[in-house]
């Protein structure tokens, strides 16, 4: 088992910044990935950003390359998304997630094994 703590959200003004961290405990070394996803009112969750841990590999959605980099520390079992050049529909629940295992892709949701509560992120316009 892997149990999740995601913080960092909060409410930020439109071009503004944003971290967001992610602190994994329990199993962790053997988990493949963490991922980012996010849920806005009245939307399905989606994929924001994705990292293996080892290699380091990214996987980021169109939606926010440019402004987000998600990063690890491995040593601390955490994750982190920095988001830059905020806008107003980036307003969402944000949720960590980990792959225990490798799979296929990193931006399917049903692919993550263990997630976080959530974080609410919201930005002003």
């Known amino acids: 088992q892997v149990q999740l703590a995601e913080s960092g959200g909060e409410l930020v003004q439109g071009g503004g910044f944003l971290r967001l961290s992610c602190a994994a405990s329990?199993?962790?070394?053997?988990?493949?990935?963490m991922g980012w996803f996010r849920q806005a009112p009245g939307k399905e969750r989606e994929f924001v950003a994705a990292?293996?841990?080892?290699?380091?590999?990214?996987a980021y959605a169109d939606s926010v390359k440019g402004r987000f980099t998600i990063s690890r520390d491995i040593a601390r079992d955490t994750v982190y998304l920095q988001m830059n050049s905020l806008k107003p529909e980036d307003t969402a629940v944000y949720y960590c997630?980990?792959?225990?295992?490798?799979?296929?892709?990193?931006?399917?949701?049903?692919?993550?094994?263990?997630w976080g509560q959530g974080t609410q992120v919201t930005v002003s316009s």
């Open positions: 329990g199993r962790t070394a053997s988990t493949y990935a």
């Open positions: 990292i293996v841990r080892r290699s380091g590999r990214t």
């Open positions: 997630a980990v792959q225990g295992s490798p799979k296929v892709t990193l931006i399917r949701q049903y692919e993550y094994d263990y």
